[in-house]
């Protein structure tokens, strides 16, 4: 197996193949599935069982037979393996890779703008905490919050949170009238609409690839919104060469994998700066996942009352996919 840009005859990559060696033998040994966000690091999505978006992760995690469950992805994904898995463990290889939008939704605020709105079905964003999926009537991720909106009668209103791009985007493709909360991605905000006009006109046959958490400015210049399973596939079945990806770039080893002889360029963020990282996401690292499974640790913990509130809007999302 070769990591990505590392020269095989280097030290590094000496070390990065016993290591990927080792955690395939722990894999083995304790019954472990390995799921892995896009937006992971390429050594770590090389070492995956399956790599997915939210949507799909979630899906794979309520079908796995595997006695540990190591998500290498963010805070709340694993969280929601936990909550679909209470007699797995389920590991993070690092605790603190956490999730800015998540994070702009904390339950003391949420809890009293939904009460505001007693009338109002709360359908939130897969990225929130535990705490806010139990104050939720449905979770949706960006590849069925459509379809999930467009289940729900026309006379019923609708809290939508907590990532206001999403949000306002939904209401543009369902012309239903969402009370949003005002949540955001600093990854997906990160984007400059001139850097991407100036792209376009260097690469003028290139389709713009955008998530719907970018803000309104990066998408109306998109040839195409999804979420990052969408983006890839679009990607993959479209008759293009060349394509701006605006979403978190750990996609694009994906994408080229999938069509090695297709050009990728990483939408340019505002500042000069890697901020179209995630630094959530990159806080795991192929040693971090190593270590997890070797000390089984850290594990997500849930109290049970907690989860059972929370499992129930999960549970309707995937009824409703
Ligand atoms: P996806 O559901 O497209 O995987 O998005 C998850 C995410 O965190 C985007 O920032
Ligand atoms: Fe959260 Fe944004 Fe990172 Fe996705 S890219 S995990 S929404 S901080």
């Not at 929601?80 to 898995?85: R, S």
């Not at 679009?234 to 080893?253: K, L, Q």
Request: aromatic share 6%; with cysteine; proline share 7%.
């Amino acid at each position: 197996m070769q990591s990505q840009g590392i020269n095989p005859d280097s030290e590094v990559h000496g070390v990065l193949c016993n290591l990927e060696r080792e955690i395939l033998r722990l894999k083995r040994g304790m019954n472990a599935v390995i799921l892995a966000h896009y937006y992971q690091d390429s050594e770590i999505q090389d070492v995956a069982d399956f790599i997915g978006d939210s949507l799909q992760l979630s899906q794979q995690a309520a079908a796995t037979k595997a006695d540990v469950i190591v998500f290498a992805g963010v805070h709340f994904m694993a969280e929601t393996a936990k909550i679909l898995n209470p007699g797995r463990a389920v590991l993070l290889p690092d605790l603190e890779a956490g999730c800015s939008l998540a994070d702009s939704c904390p339950p003391h605020l949420f809890c009293p703008f939904r009460e505001q709105f007693p009338d109002h079905l709360v359908i939130n964003y897969i990225n929130c905490s535990a705490a806010i999926k139990a104050m939720s009537d449905i979770i949706c991720t960006s590849s069925n919050a459509e379809k999930i909106i467009r289940q729900i009668p026309d006379a019923q209103p609708i809290i939508f949170g907590p990532d206001r791009n999403l949000g306002r985007y939904l209401v543009r493709r369902t012309g239903r009238p969402l009370k949003l909360w005002q949540g955001a991605c600093i990854v997906h905000e990160t984007f400059s609409e001139q850097k991407l006009l100036r792209l376009k006109i260097r690469h003028p046959a290139a389709k713009v690839l955008a998530h719907p958490e970018c803000e309104e400015r990066v998408l109306r210049n998109a040839d195409y919104v999804g979420s990052t399973t969408g983006i890839l596939n679009y990607a993959r079945n479209s008759p293009d060469r060349e394509f701006i990806v605006a979403t978190e770039p750990g996609i694009i080893h994906q994408m080229e994998k999938a069509c090695g002889e297709k050009v990728f360029i990483p939408a340019p963020p505002e500042g000069n700066c890697a901020c179209n990282q995630c630094p959530h996401m990159r806080l795991n690292t192929l040693e971090k996942l190593y270590l997890c499974m070797k000390n089984r640790s850290p594990e997500i913990i849930l109290d049970e009352q907690l989860r059972l509130r929370a499992l129930r809007p999960i549970q309707r999302m995937l009824e409703m996919s």
